[in-house]
């Protein structure tokens, strides 16, 4: 974790957990975010997230780069995903207004004409 933990503090960053690729942190202020690692040459994976900006799809605070690593650093959805949710009581209007909401993600995509472009992110 030497480099990681060094790169993230100089952010302002202090590590809660890491499962995999993804890393859980807060900072100053105590806000949380995820952080999905990718290899450090995955350009076109910022670049993606740079025209990402629609209230239903989750936000990406900042990219960090080091040697090894990108770091995407994304809002904490807290709750799970959709399909945890569902399990949770979900009502048919809930599911209703969440289909909807995704149906708008996906539009927002396709009118950016950044949904149908391979990007194939490789893990760190």
Not at 75 to 81: K, S, T, V, W
């Amino acid at each position: 974790m030497g480099s990681k933990q060094s790169v993230l503090q100089e952010k302002g960053y202090t590590v809660m957990s890491e499962q995999h690729n993804t890393i859980m942190l807060k900072n100053k202020d105590g806000d949380q975010f995820i952080i999905k690692k990718l290899n450090a040459n995955q350009n076109e994976a910022s670049d993606f997230l740079q025209k990402l900006n629609h209230p239903h799809i989750v936000h990406h605070k900042e990219i960090i780069k080091d040697d090894d690593c990108l770091y995407l650093v994304m809002e904490l959805c807290e709750g799970g995903d959709v399909s945890q949710k569902i399990k949770q009581t979900a009502t048919f209007f809930e599911i209703l207004d969440w289909t909807v909401k995704i149906c708008m993600a996906l539009k927002h995509l396709h009118d950016q004409q950044i949904l149908h472009k391979n990007l194939q992110p490789k893990i760190c």
